[in-house]
C-alpha cells in the first residue's frame, strides 16, 4: 500500500525527485488511524465500507493524513501534507482530464478530487492559520464551479 501511494504521489506531482511528507508505512497508518479514529466518526465524508485505501488516489489519503497528523500534534508534518495534496489537487482540471488511467489525471468532477478539496478546506479550518484557511476558502470555488455541472448532469439523468 505505502509504495503504491509513493509512485502515484510521484507521477501525479510531475516530479520524481520530489520529497514526498511521509516517510514510512508505520507513519501512513498513524495518521490514517487517527483521521479514522478522531475525525471520521465526527465528519464521515467518506463512506468508510466502500474505501479502500490501498488503491485510493494519493492526493486523498494524504489529506486524510493531515487531519489525522493534526490530531497527533504534528503541526509540521500535517502542513506537509496539506501542502503536498494541495499542490496535486490544483493542477487546472482542464489540463488533466484527458485519461482516467493515467496517473496524473483528474477528472472534472472526480468525486475523490472533491473529497479531498472538501477535507483540505476542513483542515484549513481546524489548523487555526488565518492564511491558510484564506487559501482554501478562495480555492472552493473551483470545487463548486466542478460541482454544478455535475449536479445538472445527474438531475437531467434522473429526470429522462
Sequence with gaps: MFTRLCTDAHRRYGHADVQLPLQSRRELQHFLNSYFDCFHRHLPILHFPLLQVSSSP???????????????????KAQRLFSFSDHILQTPPTTKFHDEQSASSIKPG???????????????????????????????????????????????????
Design 110 to 160: 472526480a468525486l475523490w478530487a472533491m473529497q479531498a478539496r472538501i477535507l483540505l478546506l476542513l483542515y484549513a479550518t481546524l489548523s487555526g492559520d488565518m492564511d491558510t484557511l484564506k487559501s482554501g476558502l478562495d480555492k472552493i470555488g473551483t470545487f463548486i464551479t466542478v460541482r454544478i455541472p455535475l449536479s445538472a448532469r445527474l438531475l437531467e439523468y434522473m429526470s429522462s
Design 58 to 76: 494519493s492526493p486523498l489519503i494524504y489529506a486524510m493524513c493531515s487531519i489525522g497528523a493534526l490530531y497527533r500534534f504534528d503541526r509540521v
